[in-house]
Protein backbone atom coordinates (compact mmCIF):
# COMPACT_ATOMS: atom_id res chain seq x y z
CA UNK A 1 0.00 0.00 0.00
CA UNK A 2 2.73 2.19 0.80
CA UNK A 3 5.12 1.46 -1.83
CA UNK A 4 2.45 1.97 -4.01
CA UNK A 5 1.75 5.22 -2.67
CA UNK A 6 5.18 5.84 -3.09
CA UNK A 7 5.60 4.97 -6.34
CA UNK A 8 3.03 7.40 -7.41
CA UNK A 9 4.49 10.51 -5.43
CA UNK A 10 7.76 9.76 -7.32
CA UNK A 11 6.40 9.45 -10.55
CA UNK A 12 4.43 12.39 -9.82
CA UNK A 13 7.75 14.52 -9.71
CA UNK A 14 9.47 14.58 -13.26
CA UNK A 15 12.80 16.13 -12.05
CA UNK A 16 12.47 16.44 -8.02
CA UNK A 17 15.40 18.97 -7.12
CA UNK A 18 16.29 16.80 -4.14
CA UNK A 19 17.09 12.91 -4.05
CA UNK A 20 15.99 11.87 -0.88
CA UNK A 21 12.00 12.43 -1.25
CA UNK A 22 10.51 14.18 1.58
CA UNK A 23 6.34 14.15 2.93
CA UNK A 24 6.13 11.03 4.56
CA UNK A 25 5.39 11.93 8.49
CA UNK A 26 7.73 9.55 9.86
CA UNK A 27 11.10 10.62 7.80
CA UNK A 28 9.97 14.31 8.25
CA UNK A 29 10.27 13.90 12.44
CA UNK A 30 13.08 11.69 11.48
CA UNK A 31 14.85 14.99 10.05
CA UNK A 32 13.69 16.97 13.10
CA UNK A 33 15.08 14.70 15.01
CA UNK A 34 18.61 14.75 13.71
CA UNK A 35 18.18 18.86 13.16
CA UNK A 36 17.56 19.06 16.97
CA UNK A 37 19.95 17.35 18.27
CA UNK A 38 22.87 17.99 16.30
CA UNK A 39 21.54 22.03 16.34
CA UNK A 40 21.65 21.78 20.25
CA UNK A 41 25.26 20.37 19.68
CA UNK A 42 26.37 22.74 17.89
CA UNK A 43 24.83 25.98 19.36
CA UNK A 44 25.00 25.36 22.85
CA UNK A 45 29.13 25.65 22.69
CA UNK A 46 28.70 29.17 21.03
CA UNK A 47 25.86 30.20 22.88
CA UNK A 48 27.39 29.23 26.40
CA UNK A 49 30.73 30.84 25.33
CA UNK A 50 28.86 34.06 24.30
CA UNK A 51 27.05 33.89 28.14
CA UNK A 52 30.82 33.18 29.69
CA UNK A 53 32.20 36.51 27.91
CA UNK A 54 29.39 38.80 28.92
CA UNK A 55 28.84 37.55 32.36
CA UNK A 56 30.27 39.93 34.82
CA UNK A 57 32.19 38.13 37.61
CA UNK A 58 32.00 40.80 39.86
CA UNK A 59 29.73 42.83 39.98
CA UNK A 60 26.65 40.34 38.39
CA UNK A 61 24.79 41.56 35.30
CA UNK A 62 26.10 41.92 31.74
CA UNK A 63 29.29 43.37 30.70
CA UNK A 64 30.28 43.80 26.95
CA UNK A 65 34.30 44.14 28.20
CA UNK A 66 35.87 41.35 26.94
CA UNK A 67 34.84 42.73 23.41
CA UNK A 68 35.78 46.38 23.67
CA UNK A 69 39.30 45.68 25.10
CA UNK A 70 39.69 43.20 21.81
CA UNK A 71 41.38 45.85 20.04
CA UNK A 72 44.07 47.70 22.59
CA UNK A 73 44.49 44.32 23.78
CA UNK A 74 48.33 44.15 23.99
CA UNK A 75 49.71 41.52 20.51
CA UNK A 76 46.00 41.85 18.83
CA UNK A 77 46.80 44.29 16.58
CA UNK A 78 50.72 43.58 15.43
CA UNK A 79 49.13 39.36 15.46
CA UNK A 80 45.85 40.07 13.57
CA UNK A 81 48.01 41.89 10.80
CA UNK A 82 50.28 39.78 10.31
CA UNK A 83 47.85 36.79 9.85
CA UNK A 84 45.63 38.88 7.27
CA UNK A 85 49.07 39.38 5.59
CA UNK A 86 50.48 36.12 4.78
CA UNK A 87 46.51 35.28 4.11
CA UNK A 88 46.84 37.63 1.12
CA UNK A 89 50.60 36.23 0.39
CA UNK A 90 49.26 32.60 0.14
CA UNK A 91 45.94 33.81 -1.50
CA UNK A 92 48.55 35.33 -4.25
CA UNK A 93 50.84 32.98 -4.92
CA UNK A 94 48.49 29.92 -4.22
CA UNK A 95 46.52 31.52 -7.44
CA UNK A 96 49.73 32.24 -9.24
CA UNK A 97 50.36 28.38 -9.23
CA UNK A 98 47.45 27.08 -9.67
CA UNK A 99 45.30 28.54 -12.15
CA UNK A 100 47.70 28.28 -14.82
CA UNK A 101 48.21 24.80 -13.63
CA UNK A 102 44.47 24.05 -13.61
CA UNK A 103 44.43 25.80 -17.18
CA UNK A 104 47.55 23.95 -18.49
CA UNK A 105 45.75 20.47 -17.49
CA UNK A 106 42.15 21.44 -18.89
CA UNK A 107 43.27 22.46 -21.74
CA UNK A 108 47.11 21.35 -22.77
CA UNK A 109 48.02 18.25 -20.90
CA UNK A 110 44.56 16.39 -20.15
CA UNK A 111 46.91 13.28 -19.21
CA UNK A 112 48.42 15.03 -16.63
CA UNK A 113 44.84 15.60 -14.39
CA UNK A 114 44.80 12.38 -12.77
CA UNK A 115 48.63 13.22 -11.27
CA UNK A 116 47.90 16.62 -10.37
CA UNK A 117 44.77 15.99 -8.82
CA UNK A 118 46.23 12.97 -6.37
CA UNK A 119 49.15 15.63 -6.05
CA UNK A 120 47.07 18.23 -4.50
CA UNK A 121 44.76 15.64 -2.45
CA UNK A 122 48.12 14.74 -0.54
CA UNK A 123 47.96 18.08 1.88
CA UNK A 124 44.44 16.95 2.93
CA UNK A 125 45.72 13.60 4.09
CA UNK A 126 49.43 14.27 5.28
CA UNK A 127 49.63 15.34 8.66
CA UNK A 128 50.69 19.10 8.70
CA UNK A 129 52.80 18.24 11.67
CA UNK A 130 54.84 15.98 9.78
CA UNK A 131 55.41 18.42 7.01
CA UNK A 132 56.80 21.18 8.95
CA UNK A 133 58.82 19.11 11.50
CA UNK A 134 60.06 18.51 7.79
CA UNK A 135 60.05 21.96 6.90
CA UNK A 136 62.25 22.65 10.15
CA UNK A 137 64.93 20.25 9.94
CA UNK A 138 65.92 21.82 6.22
CA UNK A 139 65.53 25.45 7.52
CA UNK A 140 67.78 23.91 10.36
CA UNK A 141 70.95 23.48 7.45
CA UNK A 142 70.95 26.88 7.66
CA UNK A 143 73.34 27.20 10.72
CA UNK A 144 74.93 23.77 10.12
CA UNK A 145 75.69 23.17 6.71
CA UNK A 146 75.44 26.68 4.91
CA UNK A 147 76.51 29.41 7.44
CA UNK A 148 77.93 32.21 5.86
CA UNK A 149 76.58 31.77 2.09
CA UNK A 150 74.13 33.39 0.41
CA UNK A 151 71.95 30.25 0.77
CA UNK A 152 71.85 30.83 4.27
CA UNK A 153 71.06 34.00 4.53
CA UNK A 154 68.12 33.52 1.96
CA UNK A 155 66.64 31.06 4.58
CA UNK A 156 67.22 33.30 7.48
CA UNK A 157 65.45 35.87 5.78
CA UNK A 158 62.37 33.60 5.35
CA UNK A 159 62.41 33.35 8.95
CA UNK A 160 62.27 37.06 9.99
CA UNK A 161 60.13 37.03 12.63
CA UNK A 162 57.97 40.42 11.08
CA UNK A 163 57.30 38.41 8.32
CA UNK A 164 58.06 34.66 8.30
CA UNK A 165 57.52 34.17 3.96
CA UNK A 166 58.13 30.61 5.34
CA UNK A 167 54.60 30.23 6.58
CA UNK A 168 53.23 31.55 3.59
CA UNK A 169 55.35 28.80 0.88
CA UNK A 170 53.84 26.35 3.71
CA UNK A 171 50.45 27.17 3.64
CA UNK A 172 50.20 27.51 0.14
CA UNK A 173 50.97 24.11 -0.23
CA UNK A 174 47.83 23.54 2.82
CA UNK A 175 46.21 25.47 0.69
CA UNK A 176 46.44 23.38 -2.35
CA UNK A 177 43.71 20.71 -1.84
CA UNK A 178 41.01 23.52 -1.57
CA UNK A 179 42.33 26.01 -4.09
CA UNK A 180 42.61 23.33 -7.19
CA UNK A 181 39.31 21.70 -6.34
CA UNK A 182 37.58 25.42 -6.05
CA UNK A 183 39.34 25.98 -9.49
CA UNK A 184 38.53 22.73 -10.45
CA UNK A 185 35.13 23.06 -10.35
CA UNK A 186 34.89 25.88 -12.30
CA UNK A 187 36.65 24.84 -14.89
CA UNK A 188 34.51 21.71 -15.41
CA UNK A 189 31.24 24.00 -15.12
CA UNK A 190 32.30 26.50 -17.46
CA UNK A 191 33.02 24.58 -20.51
CA UNK A 192 36.40 25.90 -21.13
CA UNK A 193 37.29 24.47 -23.88
CA UNK A 194 34.52 25.20 -26.18
CA UNK A 195 34.87 28.78 -24.78
CA UNK A 196 38.36 29.11 -25.55
CA UNK A 197 38.35 27.76 -29.24
CA UNK A 198 35.76 29.96 -29.85
CA UNK A 199 37.99 32.66 -28.86
CA UNK A 200 40.51 31.81 -30.50
CA UNK A 201 38.43 30.95 -33.81
CA UNK A 202 37.37 34.43 -33.31
CA UNK A 203 41.04 35.83 -33.85
CA UNK A 204 41.72 36.54 -29.72
CA UNK A 205 45.15 36.41 -28.70
CA UNK A 206 46.11 34.21 -26.03
CA UNK A 207 46.49 36.91 -23.48
CA UNK A 208 43.13 38.17 -24.35
CA UNK A 209 41.19 34.72 -24.59
CA UNK A 210 42.79 34.61 -21.21
CA UNK A 211 41.95 37.94 -19.41
CA UNK A 212 38.15 38.76 -21.41
CA UNK A 213 36.81 34.77 -21.44
CA UNK A 214 38.58 32.73 -19.08
CA UNK A 215 39.40 34.65 -15.98
CA UNK A 216 35.46 35.88 -16.33
CA UNK A 217 34.16 32.21 -16.20
CA UNK A 218 36.29 31.59 -13.01
CA UNK A 219 35.08 34.55 -11.17
CA UNK A 220 33.17 32.81 -8.94
CA UNK A 221 35.72 29.48 -8.13
CA UNK A 222 38.57 31.95 -7.66
CA UNK A 223 36.30 33.94 -4.77
CA UNK A 224 35.62 30.67 -3.33
CA UNK A 225 39.53 29.74 -3.43
CA UNK A 226 40.53 33.06 -2.22
CA UNK A 227 38.02 32.98 0.67
CA UNK A 228 39.25 29.27 1.73
CA UNK A 229 42.80 30.42 1.33
CA UNK A 230 42.25 33.50 3.53
CA UNK A 231 40.36 30.97 6.29
CA UNK A 232 42.58 28.66 6.75
CA UNK A 233 45.87 30.65 6.97
CA UNK A 234 43.55 32.95 9.93
CA UNK A 235 42.82 29.69 11.91
CA UNK A 236 46.24 27.50 11.29
CA UNK A 237 48.13 27.21 14.54
CA UNK A 238 50.33 24.08 14.48
CA UNK A 239 53.16 25.22 11.27
CA UNK A 240 53.01 28.68 13.19
CA UNK A 241 53.10 27.24 17.08
CA UNK A 242 55.85 24.77 15.55
CA UNK A 243 58.15 26.82 13.43
CA UNK A 244 57.77 29.38 16.99
CA UNK A 245 55.89 32.14 15.28
CA UNK A 246 53.15 34.73 16.35
CA UNK A 247 50.56 34.68 14.70
CA UNK A 248 46.45 35.35 15.43
CA UNK A 249 45.89 31.76 16.62
CA UNK A 250 49.03 31.00 18.68
CA UNK A 251 48.01 34.78 20.43
CA UNK A 252 44.77 33.57 21.33
CA UNK A 253 46.23 30.65 22.75
CA UNK A 254 48.61 33.03 24.58
CA UNK A 255 46.69 35.04 25.88
CA UNK A 256 44.15 32.56 27.35
CA UNK A 257 46.11 32.29 30.62
CA UNK A 258 46.20 35.29 31.48
CA UNK A 259 42.40 36.38 30.43
CA UNK A 260 40.24 33.37 29.68
CA UNK A 261 37.28 36.09 28.91
CA UNK A 262 39.19 37.46 26.09
CA UNK A 263 40.89 34.62 24.35
CA UNK A 264 36.98 33.10 24.44
CA UNK A 265 35.35 36.36 22.93
CA UNK A 266 38.09 36.22 20.29
CA UNK A 267 37.52 32.94 19.47
CA UNK A 268 33.62 33.46 19.54
CA UNK A 269 33.61 36.54 16.97
CA UNK A 270 36.58 35.11 14.89
CA UNK A 271 33.68 32.16 14.02
CA UNK A 272 30.73 34.09 13.49
CA UNK A 273 32.03 36.75 11.96
CA UNK A 274 33.95 34.18 9.35
CA UNK A 275 30.24 32.31 9.12
CA UNK A 276 28.78 35.69 8.39
CA UNK A 277 31.33 36.82 5.52
CA UNK A 278 31.23 33.38 3.91
CA UNK A 279 26.91 33.58 4.09
CA UNK A 280 27.32 36.49 2.41
CA UNK A 281 29.40 35.24 -0.31
CA UNK A 282 27.00 32.39 -1.41
CA UNK A 283 24.56 34.96 -0.91
CA UNK A 284 25.83 36.83 -4.01
CA UNK A 285 27.17 33.86 -5.60
CA UNK A 286 23.56 32.78 -5.57
CA UNK A 287 22.37 35.93 -6.68
CA UNK A 288 24.59 36.24 -9.39
CA UNK A 289 23.96 32.49 -10.53
CA UNK A 290 19.97 33.28 -10.84
CA UNK A 291 20.66 36.63 -12.88
CA UNK A 292 22.74 34.26 -15.15
CA UNK A 293 20.47 31.86 -16.08
CA UNK A 294 17.21 33.99 -16.21
CA UNK B 1 53.13 22.83 -15.39
CA UNK B 2 57.19 22.89 -14.21
CA UNK B 3 56.54 25.42 -11.21
CA UNK B 4 53.70 23.08 -9.77
CA UNK B 5 55.95 19.97 -9.84
CA UNK B 6 58.55 22.11 -8.98
CA UNK B 7 56.78 23.59 -6.07
CA UNK B 8 55.72 20.83 -4.71
CA UNK B 9 59.25 18.73 -5.04
CA UNK B 10 60.68 21.84 -2.52
CA UNK B 11 57.85 22.15 -0.33
CA UNK B 12 56.42 19.13 -0.10
CA UNK B 13 58.71 16.29 -1.10
CA UNK B 14 61.81 17.54 0.13
CA UNK B 15 60.85 18.11 3.69
CA UNK B 16 59.01 14.50 3.68
CA UNK B 17 62.58 13.29 2.53
CA UNK B 18 64.26 15.23 4.89
CA UNK B 19 62.51 13.56 7.26
CA UNK B 20 62.59 10.14 6.27
CA UNK B 21 66.30 10.02 6.26
CA UNK B 22 66.97 11.88 9.74
CA UNK B 23 64.80 10.28 11.39
CA UNK B 24 67.86 7.73 11.35
CA UNK B 25 70.43 10.08 12.62
CA UNK B 26 71.00 10.02 16.40
CA UNK B 27 73.31 11.98 18.69
CA UNK B 28 75.53 10.40 20.84
CA UNK B 29 75.00 11.41 24.30
CA UNK B 30 78.51 11.46 25.48
CA UNK B 31 80.45 12.10 22.68
CA UNK B 32 77.72 14.37 21.29
CA UNK B 33 78.89 13.14 17.84
CA UNK B 34 76.21 12.10 15.28
CA UNK B 35 75.93 8.82 13.65
CA UNK B 36 73.43 6.46 11.40
CA UNK B 37 70.61 4.15 13.58
CA UNK B 38 67.35 2.81 13.82
CA UNK B 39 67.26 3.54 17.24
CA UNK B 40 65.09 5.92 16.99
CA UNK B 41 62.18 4.25 15.09
CA UNK B 42 62.87 1.46 18.02
CA UNK B 43 62.37 4.36 21.13
CA UNK B 44 59.08 5.38 19.28
CA UNK B 45 57.25 2.23 19.26
CA UNK B 46 57.52 1.80 22.50
CA UNK B 47 56.70 3.30 25.88
CA UNK B 48 55.38 7.09 26.40
CA UNK B 49 55.39 7.14 22.52
CA UNK B 50 54.29 4.12 21.71
CA UNK B 51 51.21 4.78 23.61
CA UNK B 52 50.87 8.06 22.26
CA UNK B 53 50.43 6.28 19.06
CA UNK B 54 47.78 3.97 20.46
CA UNK B 55 45.68 6.69 21.87
CA UNK B 56 46.04 8.60 18.49
CA UNK B 57 45.46 6.02 16.67
CA UNK B 58 42.14 4.51 19.23
CA UNK B 59 41.18 8.54 19.37
CA UNK B 60 40.95 8.90 15.57
CA UNK B 61 39.37 5.57 14.86
CA UNK B 62 36.49 6.31 17.36
CA UNK B 63 36.05 9.92 16.39
CA UNK B 64 36.08 9.12 12.53
CA UNK B 65 33.18 6.75 12.68
CA UNK B 66 31.10 9.26 15.35
CA UNK B 67 31.84 11.95 12.61
CA UNK B 68 31.20 9.89 9.73
CA UNK B 69 27.53 8.72 11.38
CA UNK B 70 26.49 11.96 12.20
CA UNK B 71 27.65 13.64 9.53
CA UNK B 72 25.84 11.26 7.07
CA UNK B 73 22.33 11.68 8.42
CA UNK B 74 22.92 15.65 8.80
CA UNK B 75 23.71 15.38 5.15
CA UNK B 76 20.90 13.52 4.44
CA UNK B 77 18.74 15.89 6.59
CA UNK B 78 20.16 18.60 4.75
CA UNK B 79 19.49 17.39 1.58
CA UNK B 80 15.44 16.95 2.30
CA UNK B 81 14.74 20.51 3.78
CA UNK B 82 12.76 21.42 1.00
CA UNK B 83 11.35 24.88 2.38
CA UNK B 84 14.24 25.42 4.33
CA UNK B 85 16.63 26.85 1.48
CA UNK B 86 17.82 29.34 4.23
CA UNK B 87 18.44 26.33 6.87
CA UNK B 88 20.29 24.70 3.76
CA UNK B 89 22.57 27.41 2.96
CA UNK B 90 23.35 28.24 6.71
CA UNK B 91 24.26 24.81 7.62
CA UNK B 92 26.15 24.61 4.92
CA UNK B 93 28.33 27.97 5.43
CA UNK B 94 28.38 27.21 9.18
CA UNK B 95 29.62 23.15 8.17
CA UNK B 96 32.65 25.35 5.70
CA UNK B 97 33.58 27.52 8.49
CA UNK B 98 34.13 24.72 11.58
CA UNK B 99 35.42 22.13 9.17
CA UNK B 100 38.39 24.72 8.03
CA UNK B 101 38.85 27.28 10.46
CA UNK B 102 41.13 25.16 12.82
CA UNK B 103 40.65 23.45 16.22
CA UNK B 104 42.06 26.89 18.37
CA UNK B 105 38.90 28.92 18.47
CA UNK B 106 36.77 25.45 18.89
CA UNK B 107 38.79 24.21 22.15
CA UNK B 108 37.77 28.07 23.75
CA UNK B 109 34.39 27.94 23.13
CA UNK B 110 33.93 23.93 24.28
CA UNK B 111 36.33 25.22 27.69
CA UNK B 112 33.96 27.90 28.02
CA UNK B 113 31.26 25.63 27.88
CA UNK B 114 32.23 22.24 29.40
CA UNK B 115 35.73 23.35 31.19
CA UNK B 116 36.47 23.71 34.60
CA UNK B 117 34.76 27.35 34.63
CA UNK B 118 32.43 26.06 32.07
CA UNK B 119 29.05 27.64 32.03
CA UNK B 120 27.18 24.04 31.39
CA UNK B 121 29.51 22.09 33.82
CA UNK B 122 27.55 23.23 36.86
CA UNK B 123 24.75 22.27 35.55
CA UNK B 124 26.17 18.61 34.43
CA UNK B 125 28.20 17.56 37.31
CA UNK B 126 25.65 19.05 39.73
CA UNK B 127 22.15 18.94 38.51
CA UNK B 128 22.27 15.65 36.01
CA UNK B 129 25.40 13.98 38.61
CA UNK B 130 27.66 13.38 35.45
CA UNK B 131 31.14 13.16 36.37
CA UNK B 132 32.59 14.69 33.06
CA UNK B 133 36.01 15.99 32.67
CA UNK B 134 36.76 18.09 28.47
CA UNK B 135 40.53 17.24 29.31
CA UNK B 136 40.63 13.22 28.66
CA UNK B 137 39.99 11.51 25.62
CA UNK B 138 36.11 11.91 26.03
CA UNK B 139 36.28 15.28 26.47
CA UNK B 140 38.20 15.56 22.91
CA UNK B 141 36.14 13.35 20.97
CA UNK B 142 33.22 15.56 21.93
CA UNK B 143 35.20 18.53 20.66
CA UNK B 144 37.05 16.31 17.45
CA UNK B 145 33.04 15.68 16.17
CA UNK B 146 32.53 20.06 16.11
CA UNK B 147 34.42 19.45 12.98
CA UNK B 148 34.28 16.35 11.88
CA UNK B 149 31.01 16.34 11.21
CA UNK B 150 30.93 19.49 9.46
CA UNK B 151 33.89 17.96 7.55
CA UNK B 152 31.96 14.91 7.02
CA UNK B 153 28.93 17.06 5.45
CA UNK B 154 30.71 18.93 2.74
CA UNK B 155 32.49 15.70 1.92
CA UNK B 156 29.64 13.46 1.43
CA UNK B 157 27.29 15.87 0.07
CA UNK B 158 27.77 15.66 -3.29
CA UNK B 159 27.74 11.94 -3.46
CA UNK B 160 24.36 12.28 -2.05
CA UNK B 161 23.26 14.71 -4.77
CA UNK B 162 24.55 12.24 -7.06
CA UNK B 163 22.17 9.25 -6.08
CA UNK B 164 19.96 9.96 -9.08
CA UNK B 165 15.96 9.82 -7.80
CA UNK B 166 15.08 7.56 -10.63
CA UNK B 167 16.74 5.11 -9.48
CA UNK B 168 14.64 5.26 -5.97
CA UNK B 169 11.64 5.42 -8.13
CA UNK B 170 12.76 2.34 -10.65
CA UNK B 171 12.81 0.50 -7.31
CA UNK B 172 9.99 1.92 -5.94
CA UNK B 173 8.03 0.63 -9.17
CA UNK B 174 9.58 -3.07 -8.78
CA UNK B 175 8.16 -2.79 -5.52
CA UNK B 176 11.22 -2.79 -3.38
CA UNK B 177 10.71 -1.60 0.07
CA UNK B 178 12.86 1.29 1.59
CA UNK B 179 15.41 -0.65 3.15
CA UNK B 180 15.79 -2.91 0.37
CA UNK B 181 16.42 0.15 -1.88
CA UNK B 182 19.01 1.14 0.75
CA UNK B 183 20.18 -2.40 0.76
CA UNK B 184 20.78 -3.20 -2.84
CA UNK B 185 21.38 0.55 -4.57
CA UNK B 186 21.66 3.52 -2.38
CA UNK B 187 24.35 1.56 -0.07
CA UNK B 188 26.21 0.06 -2.57
CA UNK B 189 26.56 3.32 -4.88
CA UNK B 190 26.96 5.53 -1.58
CA UNK B 191 29.75 2.65 -0.22
CA UNK B 192 32.47 4.08 -1.68
CA UNK B 193 32.35 7.67 -0.90
CA UNK B 194 30.65 6.69 2.38
CA UNK B 195 34.29 4.69 3.32
CA UNK B 196 36.76 8.04 1.69
CA UNK B 197 35.24 10.52 3.53
CA UNK B 198 35.48 8.36 6.70
CA UNK B 199 39.41 7.82 5.92
CA UNK B 200 39.46 11.58 5.35
CA UNK B 201 38.12 12.32 9.14
CA UNK B 202 39.93 10.03 10.14
CA UNK B 203 43.51 11.43 8.87
CA UNK B 204 41.90 14.55 9.88
CA UNK B 205 41.55 13.15 13.02
CA UNK B 206 44.95 12.09 13.31
CA UNK B 207 46.20 14.92 12.18
CA UNK B 208 44.73 17.40 14.51
CA UNK B 209 47.09 19.45 16.82
CA UNK B 210 45.65 22.76 17.40
CA UNK B 211 42.76 21.61 19.60
CA UNK B 212 44.71 19.17 21.95
CA UNK B 213 47.21 21.86 22.37
CA UNK B 214 45.10 24.24 23.45
CA UNK B 215 43.18 21.82 25.63
CA UNK B 216 44.99 19.96 27.64
CA UNK B 217 48.54 20.83 26.84
CA UNK B 218 50.13 17.93 26.72
CA UNK B 219 48.90 15.71 29.76
CA UNK B 220 47.05 12.86 26.94
CA UNK B 221 48.73 10.60 25.21
CA UNK B 222 48.24 12.19 21.49
CA UNK B 223 51.31 11.54 19.04
CA UNK B 224 51.14 15.33 17.80
CA UNK B 225 51.23 16.28 20.65
CA UNK B 226 54.63 14.07 21.67
CA UNK B 227 55.93 15.69 18.69
CA UNK B 228 55.74 19.02 19.73
CA UNK B 229 56.89 18.10 23.30
CA UNK B 230 59.75 16.47 21.81
CA UNK B 231 61.04 19.76 19.43
CA UNK B 232 60.67 22.07 22.18
CA UNK B 233 62.75 20.12 24.65
CA UNK B 234 66.40 20.67 25.14
CA UNK B 235 66.51 18.05 28.13
CA UNK B 236 66.98 14.66 26.00
CA UNK B 237 70.13 15.01 23.71
CA UNK B 238 68.43 13.95 19.84
CA UNK B 239 65.11 14.96 21.03
CA UNK B 240 64.80 16.70 17.83
CA UNK B 241 65.61 13.73 15.88
CA UNK B 242 63.24 11.52 17.73
CA UNK B 243 60.33 13.97 17.05
CA UNK B 244 61.52 13.14 13.17
CA UNK B 245 61.13 9.23 13.84
CA UNK B 246 57.43 10.23 15.30
CA UNK B 247 56.44 12.18 12.31
CA UNK B 248 57.70 9.68 10.29
CA UNK B 249 55.93 7.05 12.04
CA UNK B 250 52.39 9.29 11.38
CA UNK B 251 53.28 9.75 7.77
CA UNK B 252 53.82 5.79 7.71
CA UNK B 253 50.90 4.99 9.51
CA UNK B 254 48.43 7.51 6.99
CA UNK B 255 49.89 5.90 4.54
CA UNK B 256 49.01 2.28 5.32
CA UNK B 257 45.78 3.80 5.91
CA UNK B 258 45.41 5.07 2.46
CA UNK B 259 46.88 2.52 0.29
CA UNK B 260 43.84 -0.17 2.40
CA UNK B 261 41.43 2.41 1.41
CA UNK B 262 42.62 2.74 -2.22
CA UNK B 263 42.52 -1.40 -2.10
CA UNK B 264 38.67 -1.49 -1.02
CA UNK B 265 38.13 1.23 -3.09
CA UNK B 266 39.31 -0.56 -6.24
CA UNK B 267 37.20 -3.92 -5.49
CA UNK B 268 34.22 -1.67 -4.92
CA UNK B 269 34.86 0.17 -7.94
CA UNK B 270 34.82 -3.02 -10.50
CA UNK B 271 31.31 -3.55 -10.74
CA UNK B 272 30.30 0.34 -10.69
CA UNK B 273 32.41 1.36 -13.45
Partial sequence: MTALAEGVAGAGGVAPDTPVRSGRRSRVAWRWIVFGALGLYFLVPIGASIWFTVRDRRGGGVTFEPYTQIPTAEGFAETFGRSLLLGALTVV????????????????????????????????????????????????????????????????????PELPWILVLVYVVLALPFVYRALDAGVRGGQLRTLTEAARNLGASWPRTMFSVV??????????????????????????????????????????????QLSVAVSVLS???????????????????????? | MAPFFLYLAVFLLLPLVVLAVEAFRVTDPVTFEEGWST??????????????????????????????????????????ARRGRLLRRMVLTAAGVLANFGGVPLAFAFL????????????????????????????????????????????????????????????DNLGASGWQYWRYVGGPVLAPPVLGATMLL?????????????????SIPLVTLQIADSLSSNVVVGAENLGKALALGMVVLVGLVMAFYAWVQRRTQRWLT
Fill in chain 2, 112 to 171: ATIGNAGVVTALLTDTLGLSFSLYSMTGLAIVYSYFLIPLMVLTILPALEGLRPQWREAA
Fill in chain 2, 202 to 218: FASSFAAYATAKALVGS
Fill in chain 1, 93 to 160: IALALMVPTVLLVELRFPRLRTTVELLTLLPLVLPPIALVVGVRSVLAWAPDYFYGTPVAEFMFALQE
Fill in chain 1, 215 to 260: LPVLRTSVLNAVFLTLALVLGEFTVANILGFQTFPTWIVLVSGAAP
Fill in chain 1, 271 to 294: LLLTWALLLLISALDRRRGTKENA
Fill in chain 2, 39 to 80: ANLGTVTEGAYGRAYVGSLQLSAITAVIGAVLGLALAVAVLG
